[in-house]
């Protein structure tokens, strides 16, 4: 199969490209398009088949739930049966953006795109052309990280070439998008309302307008069927360490200190590494870094023959980051 990639600009206008891009959804396609965290490999969330395709073209276990995306909230009747309080202040406060709520499912979802949970993950993405292309195929669609499963999530038009090229037939290059780390994962259907997946949206914003809110625990990880599966895998193995900047650093410096530094490279933030044969300063601030952390992690892969990532404090979207850094990482080390 030949892989088109077609250009559209972020503002989604013109749409002639969608249109034809929403033909192939509703034909039982699967299309690659920018939201405003990742790439998503989408189909008609209502389609059986459809949905089969984003499974087989991704290598995706068929016990991985999707996220079910939506251009509107009249669309919610259709794919979900029961909208609570906690998940209705969650709509009003966070949609459309980069938040995904989990929630009853209606009997006309079909079993595969929700893996055969009685529930389903809701997400109304704010990116345009996302609105545009789900609004033009006039039903809800179904749509992973658009990268091969397991590997990094695709920030960039030419990551999911890179993954899924052959495989798919359309993708959409909207440019590189804004979070860059995947929707916020909270799920309302249990007792008290549960983050499943940290995200930009984070525990702090949640935590104002639904109170009861619980973060992340290792509960979540047996509700999440996603939660099992290695993520973020790059080629060369990564060694992150974990804790405040002043202490990573010295305990960087340390580690390096009987290393053929050669061989390997450092993503670092503080301290200073410069001076190595191989680095990469990333920002400071994890709210900066969140953008272009998976296509470095992608541009720096068999660079050399280790990766060594200073990882950011646990708070605020910092809470994301180290989710990910942990799941990509071979070995972590704290300081
Ligand atoms: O930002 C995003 O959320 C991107 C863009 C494309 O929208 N999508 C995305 O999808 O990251 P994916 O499939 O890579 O991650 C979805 C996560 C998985 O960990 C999956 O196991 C979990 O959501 N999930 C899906 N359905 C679920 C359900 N019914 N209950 C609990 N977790 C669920
Ligand atoms: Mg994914």
Known sequence: MRTRLIKVSPSGKPNSAITEAARFIKAG???????????????????????KKIFEA????????????ISGLNQLDSVVSEINDS???????????????VMKKNQKVPNITTAELDTVVIRFPSHPIAQALISAAGTPIAAPSANLSGKVSPTKAKH?????NKKIP????????????ESTVVDCTGEHPVILRPGSI????????????????????????????????????????????????IKIKKYLAGQDVNKLIVLWHDGDFSKLPNHFKLPANAYEA????FDTMRGVDMAAEQIIIQGY?????????????EKAATEIIEA
Do not use: C
């Open 29 to 51: 396609e699967v299309v690659a398009f920018p939201t405003e965290t990742v790439y998503g490999l989408g189909a008609d969330a209502m389609n059986a088949k459809a949905v």
């Open 290 to 293: 969140a953008p272009i952390l």
């Open 313 to 325: 404090p646990p708070e605020g979207i910092g809470a994301a980051v180290m989710n990910r850094l």
């Open 58 to 69: 991704k290598g995706r276990p068929a016990d991985n739930p999707l996220i079910v995306h």
């Open 160 to 164: 999911v070439v890179s993954d899924l």
């Open 87 to 101: 998940a209705q202040n969650l709509i009003d406060s966070f949609w459309p953006g980069p938040l995904s709520i």
């Open 170 to 181: 359309i993708v959409i290059d909207g440019g590189p998008i804004k979070y860059g780390l």
């Open 202 to 249: 984070t525990y702090e914003m949640i935590k104002t307008v639904v109170p009861d809110i619980e973060n992340l625990s290792k509960k979540s990880e047996l509700r999440s069927p996603g939660m099992k599966y290695r993520h973020y895998a790059t080629e060369t193995p990564i060694t992150l360490f974990t804790g405040q900047p002043k202490a990573t650093g």
